[in-house]
């Protein structure tokens, strides 16, 4: 075989492989490992039911509800890899439950036990939240007469999301990505261990593979007039200080009632980093504007 021929064919071959790699990883991106945990409310001496509703879009989500002594029901909204055993949703139900708020849990799409091949980052996790409103609506009407959401990450933006569509009365974020493709370059080096450089072609696959959009969450700031708390930790590596700062200075040319509050710790960290300090803003807020 002539050299330039063979030169050609190896570096096809080199190519090849990258993508192949490439394409391996992304997948396993947008399909991650389903977390399901060993505890359920029961274990914390709790009242629930399993429950299940459909999307819009045919896929069946799992979830729990635990029913409260007041007519407001809470909506837990994980963040991206876990699911509703995650640590810090456990801590909300442990917390929330003995004020007495009705809590909603589930698993969005490609997560948990939940229906659903891909995950989206938020673009399609909000019909999920669609959803469980809508169950709500039907199944729970009067223990929910008023609806709040507390999301962490991957979750704290969909809530944002539900916020701006008018699907809750207050709503917190924690840790929520504001600019998706910077958290989402960063996310390479912190889920997979890649350079945040190939992040472009990344998405382009990510893209192919599950008809994802990005989710514009800056926009969101014109949109949400209702109360709204940011958390975020000054050590987080995945969502930086200065913009969620730059998204609540945003939305409070609209809001009178949006807070941001910067802690210690790390992505969905600072509930660890300073829990007497973090439960002491989450409840009080939540008591403000949700009765």
């Not at 399609?124 to 999301?151: F, H, K, M, N, Q």
């Not at 999301?161 to 600019?179: C, V």
């Not at 708390?229 to 930086?240: N, Q, Y």
Request: net charge neutral; no cysteine; glycine share 10%.
């Amino acid at each position: 075989m002539p050299v330039d021929a063979t030169a050609i064919f190896i570096a096809l071959a080199a190519i090849s492989l990258v993508l192949a790699l490439l394409l391996l990883v992304t997948y396993r991106l947008v399909s991650p490992r389903r977390y399901v945990g060993d505890w359920s409310p029961g274990d914390l001496g709790l009242e629930y039911d399993e429950i299940s509703f459909e999307t819009e879009d045919g896929l069946r989500l799992s979830g729990w509800w635990i029913p409260g002594s007041r007519p407001i029901t809470i909506v837990l909204l994980h963040g991206y890899s876990v699911s509703r055993w995650a640590f810090y949703i456990r801590k909300m139900v442990e917390h929330l439950s003995l004020r007495g708020y009705n809590l909603l849990a589930f698993d969005f799409r490609a997560h948990g036990t939940s229906e659903g091949r891909f995950t989206t980052l938020g673009s399609s996790e909000i019909l999920d939240l669609r959803a469980a409103i809508a169950w709500l609506r039907r199944e729970r009407p009067g223990e929910s007469d008023t609806v709040g959401l507390v999301g962490f990450s991957m979750g704290g933006l969909v809530a944002m999301m539900g916020l701006a569509e008018g699907l809750a009365a207050a709503g917190i974020a924690d840790s929520p990505p504001i600019f998706p493709d910077r958290t989402g370059a960063r996310g390479l080096r912190y889920f997979a261990g890649l350079p945040p450089i190939i992040y472009p072609l990344v998405k382009f696959l990510a893209r192919l593979l599950t008809g994802a959009r990005t989710v514009n969450a800056l926009a969101l700031a014109r949109k949400i007039r209702r109360p709204l708390l940011l958390i975020v930790g000054k050590d987080d590596p995945l969502v930086r200080v200065e913009e969620v700062e730059e998204f609540a200075l945003a939305n409070r040319d609209v809001n009178p009632h949006v807070e941001l509050w910067t802690g210690e710790g790390g992505h969905v960290r600072v509930m660890e980093a300073e829990a007497h300090h973090y439960w002491r803003r989450v409840l009080n807020f939540l008591a403000r504007h949700l009765g």
